[in-house]
């Protein structure tokens, strides 16, 4: 905690300017849950001014990781960060949110968040010669295609070969998670343990296609914090097939649908991918219109940093206020790059179209 000192007593001392950009303030009504009234707790705890009970660590899961606040901040604290600290303090002591443990144990015995063997799920979607050890490019699909997005990686293969790519593998060992989950439960020691077998199982590959923008950023950014750092390049899917759909569109059917994307928080705060998303989406002809709050300031789906898990019925209800503000968009569907954000929005109840990006060029490609 102690690199931390001055990022905590920052936020604790600060008069709450970024408190109207925090979603589950929002949502929740509480300034116990602001960023203001989470750091503050945890600083708290750092000084022993307060219990160690579960109750005051439960703040610490009041996040969903989506550094809003920072883009707001004066000195650009990531409130994230602290509290997953907090997190992994909560968990040494056994005063962790227990909601959790069933992903941990899941990943140990499963390698993802489900209790599926999802390895299997892929031998029996795809052929083998996607498996070959002599590919160097791979799709990392992570947890949520290779178990309830199937088809959109099946999509994904797809888009590839239509543009040439026939070179290609699927990421398919025991460890189909990167870690993500693990990381932002405080569970690091799992974490760090962990991500040696996924690096491992990386080993010989040149490229790294990750599907999901959480994927990319604990790929990039988080092994590298645990001296796991991947000499692969990593890339997200908009990254990878941009180029190629510059050189293809121009000679396509155009489809002029009406669109709105909305920026998952790991493309836009995380790492800083706005503009390829949309460039993809106006080459297939659609027309494109934006949330009000965009880009750099999307608001969160709520699905965010395990938030789903341990408070589900806020994480609904905050995706259900980024719905609201598409409806006033007027657009055909909601497209985006995550799939954590499909997931919720459709869990959401309300009647609303949600896409993958891999969905529209899908469709695109396959006119003739």
Sequence with gaps: MNHKKKELEFCTTCPKLCRFACPVANAEYRESVTPWGKVSML???SKNYVAHTTENYDLMYHCTGCLMC?????????????????????YDKSRHNRKLDKSLSNIKNYGSIFSDNLQENLNASFDSIYFSSHLKVVIFAGCLYSSKQIETLKKTIYILEQLGVDYTGVYNHPEICCGYPLYFSGFHKEFSSYIKKVKRNLSGKKKIIALCPACAYTLKALYPQFDQSLSQQVLTFSEFILPYMRATSRNRKKKTEHYVYHDPCFMSRYLKITEEPREIIRSTGAILSEFLWNRNNSICCGGGSMFKSTNPEVALDIAKKRIEEYNATGAKAIITSCPSCIKIFKESELDVQTLDLIDIVYDFLKEK
């Design 43 to 45: 600083y708290y705890l």
């Design 70 to 90: 920072r883009e707001f901040c004066e000195h650009q604290i990531s409130v994230s960060d602290l509290l997953i600290s907090g997190r992994n303090r909560a």
